[in-house]
């Protein structure tokens, strides 16, 4: 199975920029359905954004035009660049491979 390690969040103003890092082992990641998620307190987890095995990418309303997710097969991690971040963009930030293999999360504020 793969195991999936989150970095990159921290703490930004409203208008900031993070790139959230999504690093795998035990598997390659290329071999998989990978989207990050977003769960905010006392909120239901959410899509933000995704890529499938070909490359082709999806991304949740709020996000989209602000956030790229993208993968390096390479070095078998997935990236999500959150420019133009909002105060609601704040949350705890997973990534999950074919929604059955999760990270432990990273924290991602946005201060307004």
């Known amino acids: 199975q793969v195991q999936l390690v989150e970095s990159g969040g921290g703490l930004v103003q409203a208008g900031g920029s993070l790139k959230l890092s999504c690093a795998a082992s035990?598997?390659?990641?290329?071999?998989?359905?990978v989207g990050w998620f977003r769960q905010a307190p006392a909120k239901e987890r959410e899509f933000v954004a995704g890529i499938t095995r070909s490359g082709s990418t999806a991304y949740a309303n709020s996000v989209k035009g602000r956030f790229t997710i993208s993968r390096d097969s390479t070095k078998n991690m997935v990236y999500l660049r959150m420019n133009d971040l909002k105060p609601e963009d704040t949350a705890v930030y997973y990534c999950?491979?074919?929604?059955?293999?999760w990270g432990q999360g990273t924290q991602v504020t946005v201060s307004s």
């Open positions: 035990g598997r390659t990641l290329s071999n998989y359905e």
């Open positions: 999950a491979a074919d929604n059955s293999y």
